[in-house]
Structure formats: C-alpha cells, structure tokens
C-alpha cells in the first residue's frame, strides 16, 4: 500500500490540515504534471492520494490501514446511543417516504395545500435530526487530531477503528437526510 503521506512529505495523522494539504498538491501536481514529467503515472498517484487524503474519512482510514492495519478488520460493536438514534433516523425516513408516497397520490393542489403543514413538521424532524448528527459527526471529526496516538497504541486503535466505524454511519447518515430535504422540498 503506498503511503499517501509520505507521498506529500506530510506527517501521519488521522486528520490532515486542509490548506496545507492543498499546497502540498499544486506543488507536487506541478512537478508532476504529464508535459512535464513526460508521464502520467504519478500524476495519477498524486490524484488518488489527494482525493484520499482531503477526505476526512478517507484520511482516517489509510491512517488506519498503515499505522494500525489490524484494528479495521476486527469486529466492532454498535455503541448504544448509535444504535438509538440509528431507530431515530429509520422513523424519521419512514415518515418521510410515506409521506411522499401519499403526496404523490394527490393531483388536487388543494388537497396538496392540507398537507403543508404536516410537511413542515416533518422538515422540523428532519432538520432537527440532522443538525444533530451533524454535530456529532463534526464533533469526532475535530477531537481526533488531538488524540496522542503514538502513546498506548492498542487503546488507540480501537478507538480509531470505532471513530472510523461511527463516522461512516454518520457520513451516511447525513447525506441520506440531505436527499431528503431535496426531496420534501420538490
């Protein structure tokens, strides 16, 4: 596995400063670009590991793969309150699917118009749980620089490995409800 890291001539972390990685890719792009350097093979490297790397959870997770390449393989535990708002965003979504569902049934656009208001209560649910996952994934996102992962490096994997397991479920999370938004607003 190439470290995308070393590649940028920047320290390993779990999370990258945004800015100076952008730098760091029009330096290297520029040196590297195919009229220059008279082949495009890493150019292509410098792309991918860009696209990596200025992607927080991407970052993370070569981070991972190259200092604690065990701890993505092993299994890991949905922790409780993850599991509840998990069942909070399925209601939600349900509600929303069946609230299209039945919208689109509907060709009176006076009959639309009694709907409205159960359309903004259900973008009050929406925005409600999506401001919170959303601060929950940015919240985990802006702890783990800080996190001294050279020290006790078995604790640490783990929790790398659960901040990357959670991570992707909130990632996701958060733009299925922002599909959902685009959707009760069509």
Known sequence: MTDYFHLFGVPRGPALDAEMLKE???????????????????????????????????????FIQLEFPSALRAEQNMPEDLVQLFMHIATVRRA??????????????????????????ILDQLDSSLAFVTETHDALFADLPHVDWKKNRETVAEGFAMAHH?????????????????????
């Open 24 to 62: 760091k890719f029009h330096k290297l792009t520029a040196e590297h670009h195919p009229d220059v350097a008279k082949t495009d093979a890493d150019f292509a490297l410098i792309n991918e590991a860009y696209r990596t790397l200025s992607d927080p959870l991407l970052c993370l997770r070569h």
């Open 166 to 186: 959670m991570l992707s479920f909130l990632s996701k999370w958060r733009r299925q409800l922002m599909e959902d938004r685009v959707r009760l607003q069509m």
């Open 96 to 121: 929303i699917d069946a609230f299209v569902a039945r919208e689109t049934q509907i060709s009176s656009p006076l009959l639309r118009a009694h709907l409205a208001s159960e359309r903004l209560d």
